[in-house]
């Protein structure tokens, strides 16, 4: 049941003009500043060329790509969570949906893995951006697969608050706000601290991608991720399950 509702959630998606406009917008202002980094790579070629251990294409081009991936995904994953639940509550057939003979693990597993499928379509799309690059030269792989790992888990993360905020109302709009206010204040916890590595460090979202961006896998990062996906999906089936009781 949980991959029939992912795969009705996504064909929605397909189906849905603002989907196809975010997947558009995103690729169209990720490509521009993926031939920016480049333009720029190429000026400093020259000087770099005589420094040693200068940055290679790896710093200057990929991490820089998939740290805008995380900023743009910021603003679109709400726009796409925010009626995955709230939308059936608001049209009153979150009830019928609770009727049928699934549960509430089944509607939000199902819900969660299709938008962050239908999400990670459009990574691998930006993933293949650097990968044009070895028609020219090398890029290093360690930097890129944990890049690409990186924005994976944290593309994941804004899936899994989205549906948590979109079980909280039933209005999308609110849900979609809300999402991107719990998303941004994660974000910058720790801005305000000089202790980074402190309980608020490490509760930072941005802390843990900036480590995989450097090409640094660690497993504590990894853990949180899929820690921060868990708690968030628990969350939203115990949220349906007290609205399936006062049912």
Do not use: C
Request: no cysteine.
């Amino acid at each position: 049941m949980i991959w029939n509702i992912a795969t009705l959630e996504l064909r929605r998606l397909f189906l849905s003009p603002l989907a196809w406009s975010v997947l558009a917008v995103e690729q169209l202002i990720l490509a521009w500043f993926f031939m920016v980094g480049v333009d720029n790579y190429l000026v400093l070629q020259p000087r770099l060329a005589m420094m040693q251990g200068a940055p290679g294409v790896s710093d200057l081009i990929v991490a820089p790509l998939f740290g805008d991936a995380a900023i743009v995904l910021l603003f679109a994953v709400p726009m796409l969570t925010m009626r995955l639940i709230s939308e059936e509550r608001r049209g009153q057939t979150l009830s019928l949906l609770m009727s049928a003979p699934v549960t509430m693990t089944d509607i939000v597993l199902g819900k969660f893995l299709g938008v962050t499928i239908f999400f990670l379509i459009l990574v691998a799309m930006i993933g293949m951006m650097p990968l044009s690059l070895l028609s020219g030269g090398t890029i290093d792989f360690g930097v890129y697969a944990a890049g690409f790992l990186g924005v994976a888990l944290l593309t994941a993360s804004f899936v899994a608050v989205g549906v948590f905020m979109s079980t909280l109302t039933a209005q999308p709009a609110i849900a979609a706000v809300s999402t991107f206010g719990v998303l941004l204040g994660l974000w910058i916890v720790d801005w305000a601290g000089a202790d980074h590595a402190g309980p608020l460090g490490y509760l930072s979202i941005l802390r843990h991608y900036q480590s995989l961006l450097k090409g640094v896998f660690n497993s504590s990062d990894v853990i949180y991720y899929l820690l921060f996906i868990t708690t968030f999906i628990v969350l939203s089936i115990r949220r349906l399950d007290a609205d399936r009781l006062q049912h």
